[in-house]
């Protein structure tokens, strides 16, 4: 059976504009160190998908890409506002599309934490801290 889904997504400043129609594989939220580095936070969410075609709608020419010299690790970025974008793993076999670049909701939800043993040492503080819908206590 055939589960293609089409998803759209953005960067921050609105430059770059992607549309994907892919087989949805896993959702993961990823733990790792260097997942943390890459999204200067507690964990990057990703959906990965095949086939691997990105079909861009605008922005292509402001996208950079960084290949991590020591894991087959990459990140994908608006060169304007630093945002994550969907890319190609470094064989060209899988499609990572960053899930808070989505401007629609994927069927497919977070199936499993990984790297738990690598998770920021606030993270699960972070989930059991009191929620509100603004900041207004700084
Ligand atoms: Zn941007
Ligand atoms: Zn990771």
Redesign the pocket.
């Known amino acids: 059976m055939n589960n293609e889904e089409t998803l759209t997504g953005s960067c921050l400043c609105g430059e770059c504009k992607y549309a994907i129609t892919s087989e949805l594989k896993h959702f993961f939220h990823?733990?790792?160190i260097?997942?943390q580095k890459m999204t200067a936070s507690a964990f990057?969410a990703n959906i990965i998908a095949v086939p691997t075609k990105i079909n861009w709608l605008s922005g292509e020419e402001n996208i950079k890409r960084f290949d991590y010299p020591e894991r087959d690790?990459t990140q994908v970025f608006c060169m304007n506002c630093g945002s994550g974008l969907p890319f190609l793993d470094g064989r060209g076999e899988l499609l990572f599309i960053p899930t808070g670049t989505l401007d629609n909701v994927p069927k497919i939800k977070p199936e499993a934490n990984?790297?738990w043993t690598e998770r920021a040492k606030w993270y699960e503080h972070g989930i059991t801290a009191p929620r509100q819908d603004a900041c207004d206590n700084m």
């Open positions: 990823c733990h790792c260097q997942c990057a690790f990984i790297y």
